[in-house]
């Protein structure tokens, strides 16, 4: 089999990437690349920087490639209007297309499950429950879900990391709905379009109890405005207790957060990345 080869398509441009890195978090290009890596460490990545205006070079298509992966992003994709136009964000939903049309597989985060539903002719929208953050909690499996094989060995109720304002309100004609919880309808699907496969969740599978520390240290302010800390001690208590957690596995820390296995043994968390590099990705490696 040659080697698997992935294209990393990351979200942001560079001036929120290098907020991101100030702030200590991971810039999520480069997570993604290593989060891969780890899975399959003969894995070839190459980030793409679309929100940048930077291109595949000359004699590189999207079919090229035995997958592409999309990390999260601060966007909002509703931003890009006919009227006001964000390039960051138009080409990304561009490159969502034409990526499907290659019939390459595409998981994405987040923003990715975001990018390719409104690719694809659904919908997304501001939460009008307000923003998810820290600690997905409830997260249950549809029918659909139970059996598809983006699930395999995971529970059929989870928590994962995850930070999003923003949601899928209506996933395009031919779209598996595959879980759910209280804050989104929509927590993962499936979306076929013009012989390609997205698989993608709104939660972050990439990131562990340190790294939606990171989030929770750099959005403090926001976040104690929205309700969710109560000021910055909460918000700098329940950070510390993230990084903490991480550094060593804490029962009493464990049960402070609300955290289980779901988010803190790696092979959990990363379930979803996991099939769809086996079911998805490596076999058509093996067919090259």
Same mark, same amino acid.
């Given at each position: 089999m040659s080697k698997p080869h992935i294209l990393v398509v990351e979200g942001n441009p560079a001036a929120t990437r290098d907020a991101l890195a100030e702030a200590g978090c991971r810039v999520p290009g480069p997570l993604y690349a290593d *989060?891969?890596?780890?899975?399959? #460490? /003969?894995?070839?990545v190459r980030i793409l920087a679309v929100a940048d205006g930077e291109h595949l070079p000359p004699g590189v298509g999207l079919g090229d490639f035995d997958g592409v992966a999309w990390t999260g992003s601060a966007y909002n994709i509703y931003?890009? *209007?006919?009227?006001?136009?964000? #390039?960051? @964000?138009?080409? /990304?939903? %561009?490159?969502?297309?034409e990526a499907l049309s290659a019939g390459t597989p595409v998981f994405g985060s987040c923003w990715g499950? /975001? !990018?390719?539903?409104?690719a694809t002719g659904g919908a997304v929208r501001r939460n009008p429950k307000g923003r998810e953050f820290g600690i997905a909690r409830g997260i249950a499996l549809? /029918?659909?879900? !139970? *059996? $598809?094989?983006?699930?395999?060995?995971?529970?059929?109720v989870f928590a994962a990391t995850a930070i999003h304002f923003d949601e899928v309100e209506t996933l395009p004609p031919g779209a598996l709905a595959l879980a759910g919880n209280a804050m989104s309808t929509i927590q993962a699907a499936e979306i076929p379009w013009s012989g390609g496969t997205f698989w993608g969740v709104q939660y972050h599978p990439e990131f562990d109890i340190? %790294? @939606?520390? $990171?989030?929770?240290?750099?959005?403090? %302010?926001?976040? *104690?405005?929205?309700? @969710?800390f109560s000021g910055p001690d909460d918000a700098a208590a329940w950070t510390d207790a993230c990084f903490a957690l991480k550094a060593s596995p804490r029962r009493d820390l464990a049960?402070?957060?609300?955290?289980?296995?779901?988010?803190? %043994?790696?092979?959990r968390r990363l379930r979803e990345l996991d099939n769809w590099l086996t079911v998805m990705v490596l076999p058509r490696a093996g067919r090259r």
């Amino acid at each position: 089999m040659s080697k698997p080869h992935i294209l990393v398509v990351e979200g942001n441009p560079a001036a929120t990437r290098d907020a991101l890195a100030e702030a200590g978090c991971r810039v999520p290009g480069p997570l993604y690349a290593d *989060t891969l890596r780890g899975l399959c #460490p /003969q894995v070839v990545v190459r980030i793409l920087a679309v929100a940048d205006g930077e291109h595949l070079p000359p004699g590189v298509g999207l079919g090229d490639f035995d997958g592409v992966a999309w990390t999260g992003s601060a966007y909002n994709i509703y931003d890009d *209007t006919p009227a006001a136009p964000v #390039p960051g @964000i138009k080409a /990304q939903v %561009e490159l969502m297309r034409e990526a499907l049309s290659a019939g390459t597989p595409v998981f994405g985060s987040c923003w990715g499950l /975001q !990018v390719a539903a409104v690719a694809t002719g659904g919908a997304v929208r501001r939460n009008p429950k307000g923003r998810e953050f820290g600690i997905a909690r409830g997260i249950a499996l549809t /029918q659909a879900g !139970v *059996t $598809h094989p983006m699930y395999r060995g995971k529970g059929p109720v989870f928590a994962a990391t995850a930070i999003h304002f923003d949601e899928v309100e209506t996933l395009p004609p031919g779209a598996l709905a595959l879980a759910g919880n209280a804050m989104s309808t929509i927590q993962a699907a499936e979306i076929p379009w013009s012989g390609g496969t997205f698989w993608g969740v709104q939660y972050h599978p990439e990131f562990d109890i340190a %790294e @939606i520390g $990171h989030y929770g240290r750099r959005y403090a %302010e926001g976040l *104690t405005r929205e309700g @969710i800390f109560s000021g910055p001690d909460d918000a700098a208590a329940w950070t510390d207790a993230c990084f903490a957690l991480k550094a060593s596995p804490r029962r009493d820390l464990a049960w402070r957060l609300g955290v289980d296995a779901d988010v803190l %043994e790696e092979s959990r968390r990363l379930r979803e990345l996991d099939n769809w590099l086996t079911v998805m990705v490596l076999p058509r490696a093996g067919r090259r």
